[in-house]
């Protein structure tokens, strides 16, 4: 994969972009703000497309021949090996309650591979970062996934348990259920981040974009953990995405694929 800018300085603009969309979200969190419904009835805010539209012309500033692929406004399309995936608000509905578990969300895919993804919550002033082969960091010190290596006493976190029997999910959930210790519903982005700084084992999502998933495939993965969809395979493209400490892998598959 040959490229002439490093993914440090990529990380670098990506930690800088998503903490001024955080910024401008939070101008207008906590204080009512109208929502609109979108034609897949998920809901949507000014902030939303504030803060999407800042970062398009932060990359766009910067990096004027990248492609572009994000929540709000789609694809703009170029012909470059880089591409950056973004969500300006991952976690929209808890935004609109006024609960700060919503983040800012950033990654860069080179040649078809996710190498940098950021998290940036604003509302709890918290970032999580990675880039390929640089490890990850919450808030600037070193992140890890836990040691836990039982899944009875594992802690698994999740967006909506009411998603999981909407997608087919629901015997699995169940079976999730009864081989951990804890289940919290901590949910979207934040869940996954949970994971890859050692606050919890597993995260749980049956639906998801790609948008949703391309900055947590190098945090989970320079954390020490896993970023896959519920077969096991590391991609951001199959609609769903689970999360864990890597130890718990195999073990979540099997209870996952049981029969």
């Known amino acids: 994969m040959a490229h002439t800018t490093s993914t440090h300085t990529f990380l670098d603009f990506a930690i800088d972009a998503a903490w001024q969309a955080g910024q401008s979200t939070l101008?207008?969190?906590q204080t009512g703000v109208a929502v609109e419904q979108k034609a897949d009835e998920s809901p949507v805010?000014?902030?939303?497309r504030g803060a999407e539209e800042l970062l398009r012309h932060l990359i766009e500033s910067r990096f004027p021949d990248h492609a572009i692929f994000g929540e709000e406004f789609g694809e703009a399309e170029r012909d470059s090996i880089y591409r950056w995936i973004i969500d300006p608000i991952d976690g929209t509905r808890s935004f609109i309650r006024g609960v700060p578990l919503y983040g800012v969300l950033i990654g860069l895919e080179i040649g078809g591979e996710v190498v940098v993804g950021v998290a940036h919550f604003p509302g709890l002033g918290e970032t999580v970062a990675a880039a390929?082969?640089?490890?990850?960091?919450?808030n600037g010190r070193p992140a890890r996934v836990s040691d836990v290596a039982r899944l009875d006493q594992a802690l698994v976190v999740y967006t909506s348990c009411a998603d999981f029997a909407l997608h087919?999910?629901?015997?699995?959930?169940?079976?999730?259920?009864g081989a951990?210790?804890?289940q919290r519903g901590w949910s979207d982005c934040?869940?996954?981040c949970l994971v890859a700084?050692?606050?919890?084992e597993l995260m749980l999502d049956p639906i998801m974009n790609a948008w949703d998933c391309a900055a947590l495939v190098p945090i989970l993965q320079e954390a020490g953990g896993t970023f896959t969809d519920w077969n096991g395979e590391?991609?951001?493209?199959s609609g769903e995405a689970l999360s864990t400490n890597g130890t718990l892998f195999s073990q979540v598959m099997e209870v996952i694929h049981a029969e």
Request: glycine share 14%; proline share 3%; with cysteine.
């Open 27 to 29: 101008a207008h969190f």
């Open 45 to 48: 805010t000014i902030a939303d």
């Open 132 to 138: 390929r082969g640089e490890g990850c960091r919450w």
């Open 168 to 177: 087919g999910r629901d015997q699995a959930w169940v079976r999730i259920q």
């Open 180 to 182: 951990t210790q804890i």
């Open 190 to 192: 934040y869940g996954h």
């Open 197 to 200: 700084t050692g606050r919890a």
């Open 234 to 237: 590391p991609t951001i493209y």
